[in-house]
């Protein structure tokens, strides 16, 4: 079972930056996409960003457009999303997702096969 392990979260004031992190645990698991959702307190989960990973296409929500970047490093099996110019709205749990299929709605997480456990991320104002 593919493992996906999250890390980089924590508490910046408003107008920061934080760079997120997921790690797979398998180098050959299949992946079409990988991406980020959050979950902010009393709210569903909502898409963030995803990067194709052949080649490398990313997507991302209006909210986040221009703030956040998606990457990936392929030799490590790794996706990161560098956060800047954060706002309280962002306050949220962060999860790393990845996705197997190629013809899927990417902003939706029932898309999605595995899953890391969150990481939070706490903007102050």
């Known amino acids: 079972q593919v493992q996906l392990v999250e890390s980089g979260g924590g508490l910046v004031q408003a107008g920061g930056s934080l760079r997120l992190s997921c790690a797979a645990s398998?180098?050959?698991?299949?992946?079409?996409?990988m991406g980020w959702f959050r979950q902010a307190p009393g709210k569903e989960r909502e898409f963030v960003a995803a990067?194709?990973?052949?080649?490398?296409?990313?997507y991302y929500a209006e909210s986040v457009k221009g703030r956040f970047t998606i990457s990936r490093d392929n030799a490590k099996i790794t996706v990161y999303l560098q956060m800047n110019t954060l706002k309280g709205e962002d306050t949220a749990v962060y999860y790393c997702a990845a996705a197997t299929g190629y013809y899927i709605d990417l902003t939706r997480a029932d898309e999605y096969d595995y899953w890391g456990q969150g990481t939070q991320v706490t903007v102050s104002s």
């Open positions: 990067i194709r990973w052949s080649g490398g296409r990313t």
């Open positions: 398998e180098r050959t698991f299949s992946r079409s996409y």
